[in-house]
């Protein structure tokens, strides 16, 4: 698809970042700092919450919709004729917008893993792997040096490769990784690093992400680099829809997995959000929910267990099989509209979280949640 339009992804600088947890908020945090070093740049993320739109920004304004319409049109032979994915298409789609918008430097976010992920026909300044956790075993291995070496793909020779992830035997697997792949420099963010200046996203886990951004934009080459002053604007100006999204009484996370689940209960300690705590938690089946299940059972005041009506019916749960692993007194609500008013109701603080079909179609219920309007 890029060989048919003009290898677009060849005419502007980028920026990788993969991981587990923290790639998109170590995108938006590098975005933020290249935009108030005066670039013009794209984000590409992914999923989206609401509209496949949040997913393709150039300098904050996501692309139109005609745009979308108009790049889906003419790929849509090809698409059809090379049975792309729909990820390989919003990412043809993606390189192709930027291109056409200008860019000067594009900051893209790995979907899967790294090796094989459609993003990493990239030839990037600098790249990143956050952390790494048991996620999407089937199609990356059940071991988290596997899932190490597989995220590690995206290592370019020459190439400045920063790692995250501060268990230093999985931060060993990724640095071979790198090196047989000839990445240069190496650099490892030390365990328990955290950026210390004004950050505009909430959770000490944030910090931890902001310092591997700042490690991330300190490796890009001098012209490319922004100076400490766009770092400190951009991370304070740093906002993600659905990560510890804070809007009144509701608390929206797209925490996915055990590790997410886990982080986010230690910034809602460290915020002392008001109680009681009423969650709303729905899964998709191929996650390690019965480990969510239990975290938010023993964290919550009172838990309700749905469906998101935008996930894909093969991927969603069967809350009549769940109701066999959960503790008594959670409440199973396959509406997930009702579950949305019940969890408010006597709330101090009414969390969703569980998936990004969870969070986004909370965001597109709710009056003005949603991100794009």
Known sequence: MLEALGHPEREYATVHVGGTNGKGSVSTLAYRALREAGFSVGLYTSPHLVDVRERIVVDERPISRRAFAEWTARLRPLIERVEASFFEATTAIAFADFAARGVEVAVIEVGLGGRLDSTNVIMPLASAVTTIALEHTQYLG?????????????????VPFVIGESDPEIAAVLRAEAEARGARPIVTVPPGAEYRGPLGLAGAYQRRNAAVAHALLGSLPGPFRPDEEALRRGFEAAHVPGRFDRRGVWLFDVAHNPAGVEVLLAAMAEARVPRPLHTLLAVLADKAWREMVAQLAEASDRLWLSVPPSAPPERRWVLEEVARYVPPGVILEPDFGRAL?????????????????????ALARLPGFAPLG
């Open 142 to 158: 059940s071991s988290l040096a596997g899932i190490a070496r597989e995220k590690a793909g995206i290592a370019k020779p020459g």
């Open 341 to 361: 008013e019940q969890v408010r109701q006597g709330a101090g603080t009414a969390l969703v979280t569980g998936s990004f079909h969870t969070v986004g179609d």
